[in-house]
């Protein structure tokens, strides 16, 4: 699951117990229906054999190989898709089990867990107006990227929400029996139409694709969930239903992140923000138009007021063609006078012509505050027009901020073309150079000595920022991300090359990736900050300066564990220096869906930050599979963004307290330990890369067309060029899921427990780690597992499968000991419940998958396509894959 949440556990009575018995039944009925009882029979008995299995049933696993290796692969791919859309079901079963949990607190004083209520509660005997000052002054972006671990196609994801949609009205008691069984027969026309939809992609996504399947997200739920959350943030925190605020904003990467994609080009950065500016501008109409036919109040009942009335006629003067097309009727009716006045504008700004249109979403906001104030009613005020200004708020014209992102090693090949003396240079004289040329009175904007097409590349990137700022405003693209800072240098080539090209608006903000990276990020910006060409940048931004922390990567140098104390101490050293300079900080927190690149508990690993580090301020990515989890269904989404809200509230109002010396210490000996346990294995070892690729599918994973970026950043096939997304998912697929917890059985078995023990009660950074590793170990399975093994070369499997086994078994051994539970996940009954009733779904993929790894790399290219759709079943199964 993508969020844990406390549900009732199960019951004979249990909703989400009958859903998903339901949603089986009538797959079956589907299935049986297009291919037949026999078929359907079989899924189930291939089933029962998976949960025998893992019972301990040896002669169930011996029936179940055999069967798989007797079988051809065209006989295999009914239960692949079989198994995948139980998988699926059961993810839309929870999927409302959560929607109905929040409606079951809705109204409560307490509030839900990790709710804005709840927050509210909480911060009860603070000072009112401090917490409204808070809540109206919060800096929340989550960012969208497009990296590759949404291994569903869109067409699916429709089906998928079809079904969620109708399942809602086949479950309504409070309808007749004939409206029910209606919704009952949409879900089998759309588990008709999924069952026989191709379940991987026949070509590869491309970058406009990736771009569309983004902002499907926005159409379809976020932008009519955010005027939700603006209300409840109103209403918990502000005190005043009415205010608007905007708890969140949003950005993108589709379309921006270049590094290592060559297929992300420059030439695509205005189409992309038109794009953008399009669809909220028609959005925008669409409510607007909504409104206009809404608001019938006659002037008779209420009289328009001056500045109304004033309005309208600036509107008759420079929109004469649209007044003479208004209808006559409306007239008595200025209100909606007023709302089609301003629907013509929106018309215009998004078609120009010869009638004006809106120059910002401020003038918008300007009309639509002139039509709330005229109302005459405080329920009809507070209503949808109070909404519609929140839309306005939060999305402005573009929707979502887009930000470009490269890698510093083509930043500093482009500028040492550029700049002589550059290339070669150590650090001191570079900076020195690069000073020297930002603080010029003009930038030298002559051609690279060295044409490289990098080089190239990297200056027709600039110059495409430079149009899309002049085209679109800040407010549409102003954030530059430079990936793999090593230096103050790499900061400061960008800004150079960003005002050579006219892109003096950028905001150049580095990402810190590597644990080595992220132990120098102090001493980077200590030479920044003393820059005189940089701090005159700052200053432009009022002294605002985000900082990206790179979860993927650190994790994937140095363990999980070495990982998330690199994140504390950077983040606690950098907020000290950042108020030491006068600088307004901002952490961007790069994390992905699985824990050892970040994800999980939102709301828990926020509120473990250091303290003093979030003080309102905070943009997180949310990546892959979490985008559909979280943002699928407007209700689902509502709460994903509550409990982000809620966390940075809580974690800016009432921070956590430091962590005592002795915590600080052993928690640096805790990753020393797991980072020397980890690199002995993943870096030491020259066994290790084959290990990796013979016992999970990393190489087949290439075949499938789930993103637009290569798994290999430069192409060299070794660890340091491999993507932390394809590590991760490739683990995931063999249910080792080895990067979220390797080296940690030995850091934590070598230690103190009863002062862990004391760690885990008192101090939230510590326990969310400790909850992040029993979620895995959970997860994990080294019973099926095993049956990857059998893929790797005798010696080396002999050699390592050990090395592997005996980790996680310390692992699992010591978080017991320090938590005091007897099994993994033993205060999460609901939890293991849902994981219990996904294993014996998976299982039968994982048993799948290996048959046909099998047969793969003997050569058999025909298996590769359903290959590739048992690691689309297990991916939704699995889920935080990436």
Not at 86 to 99: F, T
Not at 413 to 435: F, H, I
Not at 626 to 642: G, H, K, M, P, V
Request: charged share 25%; aromatic share 6%.
């Amino acid at each position: 699951m993508t969020e844990v949440e406390r549900i009732t556990p199960p019951t004979a009575d249990d909703p989400l117990d009958r859903e998903t018995e339901l949603l089986s039944d009538l797959l079956g009925e589907v299935v049986e229906g297009l291919e037949g009882a026999q078929l359907w029979e079989a899924v189930r008995s291939l089933h029962a054999d998976a949960a025998a299995i893992r019972a301990g049933d040896e002669e169930a696993a011996e029936r179940l190989i055999a069967r798989l290796r007797q079988s051809s692969d065209a006989e295999m791919a009914p239960f692949i898709r079989a198994c995948a859309m139980e998988l699926a079901l059961a993810n839309i079963a929870e999927a409302r089990e959560r929607v109905r949990e929040r409606r079951r607190y809705d109204g409560d004083a307490g509030g839900q867990r990790e709710s804005l209520a709840e927050a509210a509660t909480t911060l009860r005997d603070e000072d009112p107006q401090r917490v409204a000052a808070l809540a109206s002054a919060l800096e929340v972006e989550l960012v969208l990227t497009a990296h590759p671990t949404e291994a569903r196609r869109r067409s699916i994801l429709n089906h998928q929400r079809q079904i969620a949609a109708a399942l809602e009205v086949a479950q309504d008691d409070r309808l007749g029996a004939s409206e029910r069984e209606e919704a009952r027969g949409q879900i089998r026309e759309a588990l008709a139409l999924w069952w026989q939809t191709d379940a991987v992609r026949r070509s590869r996504p491309r970058v406009e694709d990736e771009v569309q399947n983004v902002l499907f997200f926005f159409e379809a739920v976020l932008f009519d969930a955010v005027p939700a959350l603006g209300a409840e943030v109103a209403r918990r925190l502000c005190g005043d239903p009415t205010v608007v605020v905007t708890p969140v904003l949003f950005g993108s990467w589709a379309g921006g992140d270049m590094d290592g994609n060559p297929e992300v080009d420059p030439a695509g950065f205005l189409p992309i923000l038109e794009t953008h500016r399009r669809l909220a501008l028609r959005l925008l109409g669409d409510r607007v138009g909504a409104l206009a036919r809404s608001y019938s109040q006659g002037a008779n009942h209420l009289p328009a007021g001056a500045r109304l009335l004033a309005s309208l006629e600036h509107d008759a003067n420079e929109l004469p063609r649209a007044a003479h097309e208004m209808d006559p009727r409306w007239g008595a009716e200025p209100l909606r006078l007023k709302l089609n006045f301003v629907w013509r504008r929106l018309l215009n700004t998004l078609e120009p012509g010869d009638e004006p249109g809106y120059g910002s979403p401020r003038e918008l906001a300007a009309d639509l505050e002139l039509v709330r104030a005229g109302t005459g009613s405080s329920d009809v005020s507070a209503g949808a027009i109070t909404a519609l200004l929140r839309q306005v708020a939060c999305f402005g014209f573009h929707l979502a901020r887009l930000d470009a992102r490269q890698s510093a090693g083509p930043l500093r090949a482009a500028a040492a073309a550029l700049l002589p003396g550059l290339e070669g240079a150590d650090e001191e004289t570079r900076q020195a150079l690069l000073t020297e040329a930002l603080l010029a009175p003009e930038a030298d904007a002559g051609a690279p000595s060295d044409g490289a097409d990098e080089v190239k590349r990297v200056l027709l990137t600039f110059e495409a920022l430079a149009r899309a700022g002049e085209r679109f405003g800040p407010a549409a693209l102003d954030t530059l991300i430079v990936s793999m800072v090593e230096s103050a240098s790499d900061v400061l080539c960008a800004l150079w090359l960003a005002r050579r090209s006219g892109a003096a608006h950028l905001r150049v903000v580095p990402l810190f990736e590597t644990v080595d990276d992220l132990d120098r990020a102090e001493a980077t910006l200590a030479a920044l900050y003393a820059n005189p060409a940089y701090r005159e940048r700052l200053d432009a931004w009022s002294g605002a300066q985000d900082v990206m922390l790179g979860y993927s990567d650190s994790a994937k140098d140095a363990s999980f564990l070495t990982s998330q104390w690199a994140l504390y101490r950077t983040q606690e050293a950098l907020a000290r220096q950042a108020d030491t300079h006068g600088v307004t900080l901002r952490f961007f927190h790069g994390r992905g869906g699985s824990p050892s690149r970040g994800g999980g508990l939102s709301h828990a690993a926020i509120l473990a930050q250091p303290p003093g580090t979030v003080r309102g301020r905070i943009r997180i990515t949310v990546q892959g599979e979490t985008i559909s989890a979280r943002y699928s269904d407007r209700q689902l989404a509502l709460r994903s963004l509550e409990q982000t809200v809620a966390a940075v509230t809580l974690g800016t109002a009432s921070p956590p307290k430091s962590p005592e010396d002795a915590f600080r210490e052993e928690m640096e000996a805790i990753s020393r330990r797991s980072r020397a346990a980890y690199d002995a294995l993943v870096h030491q070892d020259e066994g290790f890369m084959p290990f990796l690729a013979q016992v999970t599918p990393l190489d087949e994973l290439a075949g499938i067309n789930i993103g637009s970026r290569p798994a290999y950043r430069a192409g060299v096939r070794d660890m340091e060029d491999l993507r932390a997304i394809p590590w991760v998912f490739a683990w995931t697929q063999s249910r080792l899921v080895l990067p979220s917890w390797y080296g940690a059985g030995t850091a934590l078995a070598e230690g103190d427990l009863d002062l862990h023990r004391r760690m885990w009660r008192e101090w939230s950074f510590f326990r969310s780690a400790c909850d992040m590793l029993e979620m895995v170990l959970f997860k994990s399975d080294l019973g099926v597992a095993e049956r990857y093994r059998d893929l790797v070369a005798p010696e080396l499997a002999d050699r390592l499968w050990p090395v592997v086994v005996e980790e996680h078994t310390r692992a699992v051994d010591r978080l017991l000991a320090i938590t005091g539970k007897d099994r993994l996940l033993a205060g999460a009954a609901s939890l293991r419940a849902r994981l219990d009733h996904r294993n014996p779904w998976i299982d039968p993929l994982s048993h799948i998958q290996v048959e046909l790894l099998h047969r793969v790399r003997s050569g058999d290219e025909g298996s590769r396509e359903h290959l590739l759709a048992t690691v689309a079943g297990i991916a939704a199964g699995m889920q935080n894959t990436g």
